[in-house]
């Protein structure tokens, strides 16, 4: 739909129509139907009119541009109308595989990102508490002098690189590559805070950590349980595909949240859980489906190891003890599990209402299991199906913008940088001596995971003696971060007080220009919209997705990857940084980096999905199933939309990605796929290969390792190498033979490159090798604490001391009784500062709040509508209005994450440079959220602490 915004009216000021449009208007224009889900089927004619574009040029050509939506990782197709270089007008894309003409309020208003008068214009500086205009070239060698300086003070991991969810694939690519050269592995984004417990989790289960299946594909499901997922206002559109599997199976939905959500409204049956309780529930769940013999006997005997030690803690988790601990009765508990074992396939949803937690990887492999002893993993209608967050935050994950991984999840051993030098064409031993050559704890630091972002805080206040390298942070470079969606607002303030410098690269001010006392040393650099550049974008299932250039850049904004070309040469790195890619016009040439990155990810296929592959499927969205992405007919027929990861062998080979992770029903040249041979091939004596199960045309008939050329030598395959291919793979495995012969060879006689084994239900390198309940670090259950402790301290985790017992043997409880949780709304994303600063959203939601049970309203004296002071268990607090509702449980309360601009009751409007203060502020809800970190990831605990609540004076 065409959105015209018909007055400048400021949103802030206007709770009507300000802006021409109603909110009733606005939500029948984007397509929201009941609940926050939008389908073109449900619609009537009148709601399909385009309106009016604005000032478009009278008798201009209109030229069509396919994009990509640039919020959620539904991944939606977006058709841009563009005159005279001007944005006038979008449709959703009707013809495209994932939304059907479906968007949400965000991506309906997609266009205001185009247009938005409340970015950045050009670059600025912090002066004696007051914004200067400076020139590019001024930030660069202003920034790039002190960078120099630090590195010669304190080395190169006093520079903190993070990175951003919303890069294209290319510039996520050459972000962590830019860090590697520059010489730390302290760069970071998003993924760390939202579904890094799923990535350790899942693949530490079955050799990937990512989506399963499909949106599309649960259209074949006939049980769907969502634990801590609220898809009809976090990812709108992917709830089409849920109701689709309702209306066509009659598919069995189970909404397990805290909350009463949106989602919840549209399930058969709603299981409201007491936060921080996933794995006593799933376990509570298991323990029926094992009392009754509803697990999958031959699935699991075949293709799990370990299961037999999930029963043995699965038999404690009787239905009264799971009542005590989650609040969940034995009769509902039979029932869920009863609708699951009876309606197969089945899959899980979750999101971060699973993730963020202290055992946030315990949840995710617990979800697995679930899975596994149903049986419902690597069929169509099962799996596990993840909703990632941000647009890219799944490829900018899968190339590494992480601080314990180089791209593809190769990690940081010394073999991992020679495949990458060798890609890269720069010598090993000078990106060696980039880094700092002392040893802490046994490892250089080129070999040591860096500081999360999650803990950057940390990086800046902890004393240095305790720190993993040479000096704390002192400069931070936020590329494309929302600080406001991190814990422990109070500490990050003191944190950016106390850094040299703080450079913000984003397209909007954000948070951290204005929370903190500085009056010096930030600086604001535009970075464009992915709109106002090109490039590829993976979506939540692995599907890799092509964006055309939109418009040019607006006011003085450049794309992040000319940036990162200006910041190389300042640094002196830019010949390394570029040797295989051209340049011109200072912009790093984006398909010369698609095709570096082709070269080196062998380990998660994106070798296949050339810049001609994925421009094909682009113009061809019309021609792909809706319910299987596969190609019907026209010039990509066979191949599967996207080319799902991974897209084995070379883009030559034709591989047409894997639709459903771990299907043995298709031969793997043909999507179909085991489970990796990722943990050996034995443990005690005990086989963890696969049994009598292998991928449809396996010239081997049982479970095999990984592929390596001493392996095909050994099997005689060998000589199916061609001479080149021969020359490449000798010494080398399916990971690192560049010329890709060895996978080629292994998809040839029907087998899986990376080998074919059990999934495993025990994982004996995490703290939990089974998963159990720990409660969180603060919790009002004092009495469970002694059963369900959580972790000792721990001297060193990802460089930093990470307490845990010590914070969880305080007992805050009397003082804070009350829960706090935190989720999504519909309107907003991430920390809200591009949704907020867009009028057509910004009229929606105007008011930051909590939402609190009458119960307790009534009981601490306030009414809905109230301004109230939500008070954390470690002081910090924020005042918000009081929403009064029965979505939440008595002695539970929620927040939306999505706001900022205000801190602790003080409106920071006059802080952010003229003209670019969002429409709307609140309170950011992490102000008022604690520590907590899960012990393998370092993810941050928001799902579940402790809090206060008081009425407001005035």
Request: glycine residues 10%; aromatic residues 10%.
């Given at each position: 739909?065409?959105?015209?915004?018909?007055?400048?009216?400021?949103?802030?000021?206007?709770?009507?129509?300000?802006?021409?449009?109603?909110?009733?208007?606005?939500?029948?224009?984007?397509?929201?139907?009941?609940?926050?889900?939008?389908?073109?089927?449900?619609m009537a004619?009148?709601?399909?009119?385009?309106?009016?574009?604005?000032?478009?040029?009278?008798?201009?050509?209109?030229?069509?541009?396919?994009?990509?939506?640039?919020?959620?990782?539904?991944?939606?197709?977006?058709?841009?109308?563009?005159?005279?270089?001007?944005?006038?007008?979008?449709?959703?894309?009707?013809?495209?595989?994932?939304?059907?003409?479906?968007h949400?309020?965000?991506?309906?208003?997609?266009?205001?990102?185009g247009?938005?008068?409340?970015?950045?214009?050009?670059?600025?500086?912090?002066?004696?508490?007051?914004?200067?205009?400076i020139?590019?070239?001024?930030?660069?060698?202003?920034?790039?002098?002190?960078?120099?300086?630090?590195?010669?003070?304190?080395?190169?991991?006093?520079?903190?690189?993070?990175?951003?969810?919303?890069?294209?694939?290319?510039?996520?690519?050459?972000f962590?590559?830019?860090?590697?050269?520059?010489?730390?592995?302290?760069?970071?984004?998003?993924?760390?805070?939202?579904h890094?417990?799923?990535?350790?989790?899942?693949?530490?289960?079955?050799?990937?950590?990512?989506?399963?299946?499909?949106?599309?594909?649960?259209?074949?499901?006939?049980?769907?349980?969502?634990?801590?997922?609220?898809?009809a206002?976090?990812?709108?559109?992917?709830?089409?595909?849920?109701?689709?599997?309702?209306?066509?199976?009659?598919?069995?939905?189970?909404?397990?949240?805290?909350?009463?959500?949106?989602?919840?409204?549209?399930?058969?049956?709603?299981?409201?859980?007491?936060?921080?309780?996933?794995?006593a529930?799933?376990?509570?769940?298991?323990?029926?489906?094992?009392?009754?013999?509803?697990?999958?006997?031959?699935?699991i005997?075949?293709?799990?190891?370990?299961?037999?030690?999930?029963?043995?803690?699965?038999?404690?988790?009787?239905?009264?003890?799971?009542?005590?601990?989650?609040?969940?009765?034995?009769?509902?508990?039979?029932?869920?599990?009863?609708?699951?074992?009876?309606?197969?396939?089945?899959?899980?949803?979750?999101?971060m209402?699973?993730?963020?937690?202290?055992?946030?990887?315990?949840?995710?492999?617990?979800?697995?299991?679930?899975?596994?002893?149903?049986?419902?993993?690597?069929?169509?209608?099962?799996?596990?199906?993840?909703?990632?967050?941000?647009d890219?935050?799944?490829?900018a994950?899968?190339?590494?913008?992480?601080?314990?991984?180089?791209?593809?999840?190769?990690?940081?051993?010394?073999?991992?940088?020679?495949?990458?030098?060798?890609?890269?064409?720069?010598?090993?031993?000078?990106?060696?001596?980039?880094?700092?050559?002392?040893?802490?704890?046994?490892?250089?630091?080129?070999?040591?995971?860096?500081?999360?972002?999650?803990?950057?805080?940390?990086?800046?206040?902890?004393?240095?003696?305790?720190?993993?390298q040479?000096?704390?942070?002192?400069?931070?470079?936020c590329?494309?971060?929302?600080?406001?969606?991190?814990?422990?607002?109070?500490?990050?303030?003191?944190?950016?007080?106390?850094?040299?410098?703080?450079?913000?690269?984003?397209?909007?001010?954000?948070?951290?220009?204005?929370?903190?006392?500085?009056?010096?040393g930030?600086?604001?650099l535009?970075?464009?919209?992915?709109?106002?550049?090109?490039?590829?974008?993976?979506?939540?299932?692995?599907?890799?997705?092509?964006?055309?250039?939109?418009?040019?850049?607006?006011?003085?904004?450049?794309?992040?990857?000319?940036?990162?070309?200006?910041?190389?040469?300042?640094?002196?790195?830019?010949?390394?940084?570029?040797?295989?890619?051209?340049i011109k016009n200072?912009?790093?040439?984006?398909?010369?980096?698609?095709?570096?990155?082709?070269?080196?990810?062998?380990?998660?296929?994106?070798?296949?999905?050339?810049?001609?592959?994925?421009?094909?499927?682009?113009?061809?969205?019309?021609?792909?199933?809706?319910?299987?992405?596969?190609?019907?007919?026209?010039?990509?027929?066979?191949?599967?939309?996207?080319?799902?990861?991974?897209?084995?062998?070379?883009?030559?080979?034709?591989?047409?990605?894997?639709?459903?992770?771990?299907?043995?029903?298709?031969?793997?040249?043909?999507?179909?796929?085991?489970?990796?041979?990722?943990?050996?091939?034995?443990?005690?004596?005990?086989?963890?290969?696969?049994e009598?199960?292998?991928?449809?045309?396996?010239?081997i008939?049982d479970?095999?390792?990984?592929?390596?050329?001493?392996?095909?030598?050994?099997?005689?395959?060998?000589?199916?190498?061609?001479?080149?291919?021969?020359?490449?793979?000798?010494?080398?495995n399916?990971?690192?033979?560049?010329?890709?012969?060895?996978?080629?060879?292994?998809?040839?006689?029907?087998?899986?490159?990376?080998?074919?084994?059990?999934?495993?239900?025990?994982?004996?390198?995490?703290?939990?090798?089974?998963?159990?309940?720990?409660?969180?670090?603060?919790?009002?259950?004092?009495?469970?604490?002694?059963?369900?402790?959580?972790?000792?301290?721990?001297?060193?985790?990802?460089?930093?001391?990470?307490?845990y017992?010590?914070?969880q043997?305080?007992?805050?409880?009397?003082?804070?009784?009350?829960?706090?949780?935190?989720?999504?709304?519909?309107?907003?994303?991430?920390?809200?500062?591009?949704?907020?600063?867009?009028?057509?959203?910004?009229?929606?939601?105007?008011?930051?709040?909590?939402?609190?049970?009458?119960?307790?309203?009534?009981?601490?004296?306030?009414k809905?509508?109230?301004?109230?002071?939500?008070?954390?268990?470690?002081?910090?607090?924020?005042r918000?209005?009081?929403?009064?509702?029965?979505?939440?449980?008595?002695?539970?309360?929620?927040?939306?994450?999505?706001?900022?601009?205000?801190?602790?009751?003080?409106?920071?409007t006059?802080?952010y440079?003229?003209?670019?203060?969002?429409?709307?502020?609140?309170?950011?809800?992490?102000?008022a959220?604690?520590?907590?970190?899960?012990?393998?990831?370092?993810?941050?605990?928001?799902?579940?602490?402790?809090?206060?609540?008081?009425?407001?004076?005035?």
């Open positions: 739909m065409r959105l015209t915004k018909k007055s400048d009216q400021s949103a802030a000021t206007s709770s009507t129509s300000g802006l021409g449009l109603s909110r009733r208007r606005f939500l029948q224009n984007s397509g929201i139907a009941a609940g926050g889900v939008a389908t073109a089927g449900m004619p009148g709601m399909m009119q385009p309106a009016e574009a604005a000032t478009a040029p009278t008798g201009a050509a209109i030229e069509i541009k396919r994009t990509i939506c640039s919020h959620c990782s539904v991944g939606c197709g977006v058709y841009a109308e563009v005159q005279n270089g001007i944005w006038t007008g979008q449709e959703p894309a009707f013809d495209h595989p994932f939304n059907l003409g479906a949400c309020a965000k991506g309906a208003a997609l266009r205001e990102h247009h938005g008068d409340r970015r950045l214009k050009y670059p600025m500086k912090l002066v004696d508490g007051q914004w200067k205009k020139s590019w070239e001024q930030a660069i060698d202003e920034v790039g002098d002190k960078m120099l300086q630090v590195r010669e003070e304190s080395g190169p991991d006093s520079v903190y690189w993070l990175g951003s969810a919303k890069f294209s694939n290319e510039q996520a690519y050459l962590r590559k830019y860090a590697s050269l520059w010489g730390t592995n302290n760069v970071d984004h998003q993924a760390r805070i939202c890094s417990t799923t990535v350790a989790g899942v693949a530490n289960t079955w050799g990937y950590g990512a989506m399963t299946n499909s949106f599309n594909d649960i259209h074949f499901s006939k049980s769907i349980i969502l634990i801590g997922a609220n898809p206002e976090a990812h709108p559109v992917s709830m089409q595909h849920i109701l689709r599997a309702k209306e066509r199976n009659k598919a069995h939905i189970i909404c397990v949240d805290p909350r009463f959500t949106r989602t919840a409204a549209h399930a058969n049956e709603y299981i409201r859980i007491r936060p921080g309780s996933d794995v529930f799933v376990w509570g769940m298991l323990w029926h489906i094992f009392e009754n013999g509803w697990e999958d006997k031959q699935f005997q075949q293709r799990v190891y370990g299961m037999n030690e999930v029963r043995e803690e699965v038999s404690k988790w009787t239905p009264d003890e799971v009542e005590n601990v989650t609040g969940v009765t034995g009769e509902q508990m039979r029932r869920a599990a009863k609708e699951l074992a009876e309606n197969r396939p089945g899959t899980v949803i979750w999101c209402g699973g993730t963020q937690h202290t055992t946030g990887n315990n949840n995710t492999r617990a979800y697995c299991i679930l899975m596994l002893a149903l049986g419902n993993m690597g069929k169509s209608g099962g799996g596990t199906n993840i909703f990632r967050g941000h890219n935050v799944q490829g994950t899968d190339l590494g913008v992480l601080s314990h991984t180089l791209p593809g999840y190769y990690g940081l051993s010394d073999g991992a940088w020679a495949h990458w030098a060798k890609v890269w064409n720069v010598d090993l031993e000078w990106i060696q001596n980039r880094f700092d050559q002392n040893i802490y704890r046994k490892l250089k630091p080129i070999n040591d995971q860096g500081i999360p972002v999650s803990r950057w805080i940390d990086g800046v206040l902890e004393n240095k003696e305790n720190i993993d040479k000096d704390n942070l002192r400069v931070m470079v590329w494309g971060h929302a600080v406001n969606s991190q814990t422990r607002g109070v500490e990050m303030k003191k944190a950016i007080e106390k850094l040299d410098t703080l450079v913000i690269v984003d397209p909007y001010p954000t948070h951290a220009a204005v929370m903190s006392d500085r009056k010096d930030v600086y604001l535009p970075a464009c919209t992915q709109f106002e550049t090109y490039g590829s974008v993976t979506a939540s299932n692995r599907s890799l997705q092509w964006r055309d250039q939109v418009i040019e850049p607006l006011f003085d904004s450049k794309p992040d990857h000319e940036i990162m070309n200006l910041f190389a040469k300042k640094l002196g790195f830019a010949e390394q940084l570029f040797k295989n890619i051209e200072d912009q790093p040439v984006i398909e010369d980096i698609t095709r570096e990155f082709n070269k080196g990810m062998w380990t998660i296929g994106y070798t296949g999905q050339s810049p001609e592959r994925m421009k094909l499927h682009q113009k061809n969205w019309h021609t792909f199933n809706y319910d299987t992405l596969i190609g019907e007919g026209g010039p990509i027929s066979g191949e599967y939309y996207g080319m799902p990861w991974p897209c084995w062998g070379t883009a030559e080979q034709g591989h047409p990605g894997t639709p459903i992770l771990y299907d043995t029903s298709k031969s793997v040249a043909d999507g179909g796929l085991t489970f990796r041979a990722r943990f050996g091939v034995e443990r005690e004596g005990v086989n963890l290969l696969a009598n199960s292998f991928s449809k045309n396996s010239d008939k479970g095999y390792p990984e592929f390596s050329g001493k392996l095909l030598k050994k099997l005689g395959w060998w000589d199916d190498l061609t001479a080149d291919e021969k020359a490449q793979a000798e010494g080398k399916w990971k690192t033979d560049l010329s890709g012969g060895i996978q080629r060879v292994a998809i040839k006689h029907g087998c899986s490159p990376f080998g074919n084994a059990k999934a495993r239900a025990v994982v004996w390198t995490f703290p939990d090798k089974v998963p159990l309940h720990r409660e969180p670090l603060y919790t009002a259950r004092r009495d469970l604490v002694s059963k369900y402790p959580t972790w000792d301290d721990a001297e060193s985790i990802y460089r930093l001391p990470t307490l017992k010590s914070i043997d305080k007992d805050v409880s009397k003082e804070y009784p009350i829960v706090l949780t935190s989720g999504r709304l519909v309107e907003y994303e991430g920390g809200g500062e591009e949704t907020r600063s867009n009028p057509w959203l910004a009229e929606l939601q105007q008011e930051m709040f909590v939402e609190v049970n009458p119960v307790d309203a009534n009981n601490i004296g306030f809905d509508g109230d301004d109230v002071w939500v008070e954390g268990a470690e002081g910090g607090k924020v918000v209005k009081a929403l009064v509702t029965r979505r939440v449980d008595t002695g539970v309360v929620f927040m939306p994450f999505h706001f900022g601009g205000r801190f602790q009751g003080k409106d920071l006059d802080k440079p003229q003209g670019a203060a969002p429409y709307v502020t609140g309170e950011a809800a992490n102000t959220t604690t520590y907590g970190y899960d012990p393998v990831t370092q993810m941050q605990e928001t799902k579940v602490t402790l809090c206060r609540i008081n009425k407001a004076t005035a």
